[in-house]
Structures are given as C-alpha cells and as structure tokens.
C-alpha cells in the first residue's frame, strides 16, 4: 500500500527545493558565459493608419521583423549616417532582419556603403542609406527598443522626424510593398515575443505553497487523529481500573 503521507512530504521537499534554486537564480541573474540566445519577432497586428488606404492590407500571421540578440540580457546601440565615416556600433551584437525589399540582415559586419549591394551608400535595389538602432533587455524582458533605418525603396521608423520603431510598432513606408502597405506610408502596430521558454517562478512557488498547504492541513488532521485516539485510550483504562478495583471490594 502506497505511503500518501510520506509521498507527499518528499513531493513538497522536491517542489521547495526548485523553488528556492529558482529565486537563487533570479536574484543572481543570468550567467554571462554560455548564455542562450533570443531572437525577437515583432508580430504586426494591426496598421493604424495609412496615407492611401486602398493599399493597405495586412497579412495575417505577420512577423514583420527579426532581433537576434546574444542572451537574455542585453544592451547595444548601432548608427551609420550614411556618410564615409563607418558605422559606430556599441554594447552587444546583434541580428536585424526585415521584409524590406532585397535587404539583407544587418549585423555589425555592415562596414558602411561597401557592404551594400551596390559597394556604395543609398544607391539603388536593397542598399542601407543609414540607420540608428538601440535596445536594452533585461531578464528575458525587452524593456527598450528604437530602429530607424531607410533603404533606397522602404523606411522603417524614420531619421527625418516620424519617430522610431519601437516596442509597440511604428511609422513605415515603401515604394513597394512592406508590412501589408504598398506605395505609401503607414503605421503599424504589434507586438514583440521573444523564443525564450522559461517558467514563470512566480507559478513554481504557487505550485510549492499549494503543496506545503496540502501537507500542512493533512499533519494538523494526523495530529487532532493522534489526540481523539489517545483521549480514547485514555477513557478506556481509567474504566478498566475502575471496573478492577470495584471487582476486587466486592470479592
């Protein structure tokens, strides 16, 4: 016959035991060697507005665009003002990929025009005329994002005043056809999710309280048991003793 009691005892030291392994990991954080990475997919939901609406129409299912970053927590800022200087690149590396038309992903191995399909900057097809690019995740969380980059034929965000792309979506446009807007400009919305596939701690220490509950509640009726038998024991030998002794005054 299976033990249910010791089951789970043994049950419950289990689930504290992760759950405190998991607060240590929390509260110590992510380790910086061996880090897994994330890959960012902004999930366009819906286009707000749109200069020509009769060429608007959003696909569904739409991941619009891609940021590969090196780990759960990451920081990095990349601008190229399409000038001869080089692109500055600062913090972590990063991976960008878009539906822009012929644009190939961007990563800090772009070194400027000659790294554009023509060998030059802004000139024709799927070239990068500039960017500026920033991003802070914590744990697992993007807490930040801005991208602008224009293209010879499409514009994500804008450097000449319509404001980044960031956690929620933005301002695009394209002389084709990007996001479900074609040969206008629009502005979408979304949303971003990450690959990552971690429990929440906050449900394993429900999971470890419902439990300790469970054990609690069984130990208190194991405990009033004990007592009910015992006061029953009790009763029944001060009845013995009585019944003996009056047998024995009346022998």
Do not use: H
């Amino acid at each position: 016959m299976v033990n249910l009691g010791r089951l789970i005892n043994k049950l419950v030291a289990l689930i504290l035991s992760n759950a405190t392994l998991g607060a240590l990991i929390v509260a110590i954080g992510p380790a910086p060697v061996g880090a897994t990475s994330v890959t960012w997919s902004f999930y366009e939901t819906a286009i707000t507005s749109c200069s020509n609406p009769g060429s608007c129409v959003l696909p569904q299912p739409f991941v619009f665009m891609t940021l590969a970053l090196p780990g759960p927590t990451s920081n990095g800022t990349a601008t190229w003002l399409g000038t001869v200087n080089q692109p500055v690149y600062t913090g972590d590396s990063f991976t960008l990929t878009t539906g822009a038309s012929f644009m190939r992903p961007l990563s800090p191995a772009f070194m400027g025009g000659a790294s554009n399909p023509s060998g030059s900057a802004c000139a024709n097809g799927g070239d990068i005329c500039d960017f500026n690019i920033s991003w802070s995740e914590t744990a697992g969380q993007l807490t930040a994002v801005d991208i602008n980059i224009d293209l010879v034929s499409d514009n994500i965000g804008g450097m000449a005043g319509r404001g980044a792309f960031g956690l929620t979506g933005g301002p695009i446009a394209s002389d084709g056809t990007l996001g479900g807007c074609g040969f206008t400009q629009c502005q979408i919305a979304g949303f971003w999710q990450s690959d990552l596939s971690v429990p929440e701690p906050a449900s394993v220490a429900l999971l470890a309280s419902g439990l300790f509950g469970t054990w609690l509640g069984r130990r208190r009726r194991t405990g009033r048991a004990r007592n009910r038998r015992g006061w029953q024991v009790g009763l029944c030998n001060r009845f013995l003793r009585r019944t003996t002794r009056l047998r024995a005054g009346t022998g």
